[in-house]
């Protein structure tokens, strides 16, 4: 972009400045071109351009055989640096012009703010400006629509970095209109079960999402009224079904709003409160039960649980809906408790299996004052900007995480951010609807019924079901229904919701 700030007169605008002054502002590039020249200079061009096309090649297979490695480690670099020079500087000027937001001094020169820099995500591309004197963040506000489609960009919002300078956030691309979730499979054995990778949907790369109770250990799932927290909570059970089943997964479910999100599981769950009184009394026994299992772990001189080791020791899975009803929206002395209760849960049990999943639509601090003991964070649709650090940690939403900017008509879309990682990854679940609540329901709460591969009658084979109680040995009667046997060990011999949930 052309410098176009007015001198003021006060310094001299001689060749020797402006280059000092393009050196200073430009480290980066100018440091890379003399990198360049001294290296051609001692191995000659030819020699630089062949490594320059080796370089290139190994770039373009290596995001091809892996586009979210080589996005988060030379991607978003490589792209930033073309989209600033090549996109947006290029085109600055002219769009500031027809936007609007250009000034001029009183010599009349025109005065443009200038691109700072750019930075870019997978789906979003940060523009850092510094606003001309007398220009406010407002103005741009103003014509964010425009900016938008000057860029052709999906949508865009602002943040006011520091006084004087503002960063003018542009959607590029959104991976999810396009991208269709899978509900993933509901696993119906216990070897099946992975802790540490339970499905849950697609990541904006289009890859497999997992949640991970191993090395993610306890979740904090923020998100407006609508947002789809629903999803994640019910794909998080339905990925632990054969455990649910087998016991090896106990579930201490809190929903203080009367029971309206969990209400249709309650079947599966070890202990369920509804109301806020009964949620601290469930909270009070969930630490009892493991405080009483890390004293005996303790004595039998076992120091870690092991996942699905056994149904002695099974998963404690304690799951929060609406943490404000039990932190903030109820008296006084419940959510003092609440919250040391809760706070000694995430803090003590996980090497004996406690695990802790909660959701809130506010977390803010005064409402969720424990929040940065969760290692993992998961921000759907916020209501606020100011939301998005809060739930992901600070600092979060500069990286590109914009929960705030997803809209309505996506629920379930996310940002995670895990312990350890700096950006923030977006995510869709797959959405869980009442049936397949409902098939949760009805296959983690029959324990009789096994299906056997059934004989064909087509390829001549004979039906041998004279010795299953369920088929009464009505051979003869088999011919047009579904050819399925049940073993039943007999203790239930007249459930047909066994033969449903084979
Ligand atoms: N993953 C998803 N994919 C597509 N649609 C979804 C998804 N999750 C939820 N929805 C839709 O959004 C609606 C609201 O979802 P849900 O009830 O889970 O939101 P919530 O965050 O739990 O809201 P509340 O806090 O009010 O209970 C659902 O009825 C469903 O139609």
Same mark, same amino acid.
């Given at each position: 972009m052309r410098e176009t700030r007015v001198n003021t007169g006060d310094t001299e605008r001689t060749p020797a400045r402006l280059l000092l002054r393009f050196l200073a502002r430009h480290p980066r590039s100018v440091g890379t071109l003399a990198a360049v020249g001294i290296t051609g200079c001692y191995v000659g061009f030819h020699t630089m351009l062949l490594g320059a096309g080796v370089a290139v090649a190994a770039g373009a297979s290596w995001r091809l055989l892996d586009r979210p490695t080589f996005d988060r480690f030379a991607g978003r670099l490589v792209r930033a640096w073309w989209r600033r020079w090549f996109v947006y500087q290029r085109k600055w000027a002219d769009i500031a012009f027809g936007c609007g937001l250009t000034s001029s001094n009183r010599h009349g020169h025109s005065l443009v703010p200038k691109l700072l820099s750019v930075r870019s995500t997978f789906c979003w591309d940060s523009l850092r400006l510094r606003l001309v004197r007398g220009q406010a963040a407002e103005d741009f506000e103003q014509v964010l629509d425009r900016l938008a489609n000057a860029y052709n960009a999906r949508r865009a919002t602002l943040r006011t970095i520091k006084p004087g300078v503002i960063s003018l956030d542009v959607q590029k691309r959104e991976p999810f209109d396009t991208l269709f979730i899978p509900l993933p499979e509901m696993p119906r054995e216990d070897s099946a079960v992975d802790l540490a990778r339970l499905p849950l949907g697609r990541d904006e790369y289009g890859r497999d999402f997992a949640l991970d %109770?191993?090395? $993610?250990?306890h979740y904090l799932i923020a998100g407006a009224t609508g947002a789809g927290k629903g999803s994640w909570m019910w794909g998080l059970l339905r990925g632990l079904a054969p455990w649910i089943r087998s016991g090896r997964v106990r579930l201490w479910v809190l929903d203080p709003k009367g029971g309206m999100e969990f209400g249709q599981g309650a079947? %599966?769950?070890h202990r369920f409160a509804t109301d806020d009184q009964s949620g601290l009394e469930l909270t009070r026994e969930y630490v009892d039960t493991l405080d009483e299992r890390k004293t005996e772990m303790g004595r039998h001189g076992r120091r870690t649980w092991t996942p699905g080791h056994s149904a002695d020791y099974p998963l404690d899975l304690l799951i929060v809906d609406e943490l404000a009803a039990m932190s903030e929206y109820t008296d006084r002395d419940i959510s003092r408790e609440f919250t040391k209760l809760l706070s000694k849960a995430l803090t003590q049990y996980r090497a004996v299996g406690g695990r802790v999943v909660a959701a809130t639509q506010e977390p803010t601090k005064d409402v969720i004052p424990m929040r940065g003991l969760f290692p993992t964070t998961v921000a759907l649709? %916020? +209501?606020?900007?100011?939301?998005v650090d809060m739930a992901l940690g600070e600092g979060v939403r500069d990286r $590109?995480?914009?929960? !705030?900017?997803?809209? !309505?008509?996506?629920?379930?879309v996310a940002y995670v951010k895990t312990e350890g990682s700096r950006e923030p990854l977006r995510v869709r679940a797959a959405y869980t609807s009442d049936d397949d609540i409902t098939e949760l329901v009805r296959y983690a709460t029959s324990h009789d019924a096994e299906i056997l591969d059934f004989p064909n009658r087509d390829n001549g084979t004979e039906t041998e079901s004279a010795d299953s109680p369920d088929t009464? $040995?009505?051979? $003869? +009667?088999? !011919?047009?229904?579904?050819h399925i046997e049940v073993i039943d060990d007999g203790e239930d011999e007249d459930d047909d919701e066994d033969f449903d949930a084979a």
């Open positions: %109770l191993v090395g $993610g250990i079947e %599966l769950f649709r %916020l +209501e606020e900007a100011s939301y $590109g995480a914009f929960a !705030d900017q997803i809209p !309505d008509y996506m629920p379930g009464g $040995g009505e051979s $003869g +009667e088999t !011919d047009d229904i579904e």
